[in-house]
């Protein structure tokens, strides 16, 4: 294959090395040069030393060969050991901040003064929250809520809870205690308006999926030209 990767046209490419990720033995990407999810499968299934079928991609032809196969075998401690005290330390911090948080709001009464709980040594601080919705976005026009302060774990918990209940929930960053101090109903005309908009959005998609099967299928059985302008003013866009 060497030889013919030297005529012209073709290409000869020599791979040292991949795994089922795509990666070298070093971690890195290999650069394939094709679509990688079909290749990496395609050397996975090959045997060794057997020319593969023609392989088409939308801009190659490709014969792939598999010429050696290293059984998998596990790493050396050494080359995960910094991995894996990451993991221990963020699973340890993770730990400590939901304990630290079902304390807190076990501690926290009808009168407790949330402003109060500010406590920097152990990275606690108070902010407020809301109004959101039921998604974690606010309320307020033009608004964001901190990414690191809501989770869906959390809107959960605050969509169940009364007013005046104390909550607690993982976020991406830590650990959120919470007190429900209002709830805002929905705006009827809001709602109206949304449903509304819902309802003729699946009605017109609907519509155009109809359209489009039906113009498929007679063009497909018959021996018919279609007048897109016609259709156009046929139906709204």
Known sequence: MRELGSAPGYNYIEIQGVDRFGKDNTGATVAIG????K??????????GVDSNLVETDDFIYILKVTKIIASQPKSFSNVQTKVAEIWRSTQIATEAKDYGIKLADSIGISTNMKDLDNKKVKVEFATLGPITRLGDSLITGALVPAQLISSELTDVLFSAAIGETVHARV???YVVARLTEIVPP???TAIQIRDQISNSVSQSVN????????????????V?????SI???VPQ
């Not at 094709?34 to 999810?37: G, I, N, S």
């Not at 290749?39 to 060794?48: G, N, Y």
């Not at 030209?225 to 302008?229: A, D, M, P, R, S």
């Open 187 to 189: 705006d009827s005309a």
């Open 172 to 174: 991406s960053k830590g």
């Open 225 to 229: 030209v279609v007048n897109q302008e």
């Open 39 to 48: 290749f990496i499968k395609l050397v996975f299934s090959s045997d060794l």
């Open 208 to 223: 155009n999926d109809l359209l489009s099967a039906f113009v498929k299928s007679v063009t497909q059985n018959y021996n």
């Open 34 to 37: 094709v679509p990688k999810e």
């Open 232 to 234: 156009d003013q046929i």
